[in-house]
T-cell receptor
Framework: GENVEQHPSTLSVQEGDSAVIKCTYS??????FPWYKQELGKGPQLIID?????GEKKDQRIAVTLNKTAKHFSLHITETQPEDSAVYFC????????FGTGTRLTIIP | EAGVAQSPRYKIIEKRQSVAFWCNPI?????LYWYQQILGQGPKLLIQ????????DSQLPKDRFSAERLKGVDSTLKIQPAKLEDSAVYLC????????????FGPGTRLTVT
């Protein structure tokens, strides 16, 4: 089955700086890669996704890149704000979603 | 639009007891998922329903876990008997259809087995 690894497990950045979270996957059949944000006491919420026929996608301060050859994808958050503090999960989908282990992002004011 | 509803939000039981969780998906969503999220890990799919039929239950421990979605709307997940390792957050999600349709998650039920 699919295996998704995510790094780092924790990340602290100064407000206004950029944050980068990286994931690798094992199943070359995976073709959909969503990113979720989970705040304390809430369920995960989709923030951006990318499909295998696209190398990069951007939505305001959030961007995702995908390298299918290397089987890795990354989340980039620019101009970070305190409300970006949360746990972020990457996921890969062939027939079902397989999640990474999460990154706890802390924005330091 | 109302989101995915789950109850209870918290539950504490002793090992070997039984417990049930309830989920009401977003109206009109045909696909419903139950995930288990152990502390410090990502969610893991337990079972996926399309309307009232099971699409994938390959990771559901069927000796103790069961789930149903009888009328194709709300769903119940049951654990009987519970083990210590079942302590986790149980998340319900729904989507318009399966595949790459966006999944909307409920707030989860935090289960503690003592």
């Amino acid at each position: 089955g699919e295996n998704v690894e995510q790094h780092p497990s924790t990340l602290s950045v100064q407000e206004g700086d950029s944050a980068v979270i990286k994931c690798t996957y094992s199943d070359s059949a995976s073709n959909y890669f969503p990113w979720y944000k989970q705040e304390l006491g809430k369920g995960p919420q989709l923030i951006i996704d990318i499909r295998s026929n696209v190398g990069e996608k951007k939505d305001q301060r959030i961007a995702v890149t995908l390298n299918k050859t290397a089987k890795h994808f990354s989340l980039h958050i620019t101009e970070t704000q305190p409300e970006d503090s949360a746990v972020y999960f990457c996921a890969a989908m062939d027939e079902k979603l397989t999640f990474g282990t999460g990154t706890r992002l802390t924005i330091i004011p | 639009e109302a989101g995915v509803a789950q109850s209870p939000r918290y539950k504490i039981i002793e090992k070997r007891q039984s417990v049930a969780f309830w989920c009401n998906p977003i109206s009109g969503h045909a696909t419903l998922y139950w995930y288990q999220q152990i502390l410090g890990q990502g969610p893991k799919l337990l079972i996926q329903f399309q309307n009232n039929g099971v699409v994938d239950d390959s990771q559901l421990p069927k000796d103790r876990f069961s789930a149903e979605r009888l009328k194709g709307v709300d769903s119940t997940l049951k654990i009987q008997p519970a083990k210590l390792e079942d302590s986790a957050v149980y998340l319900c999600a729904s989507s318009l259809g399966g595949g790459k349709n966006e999944q909307y998650f409920g707030p989860g039920t935090r289960l503690t087995v003592t």
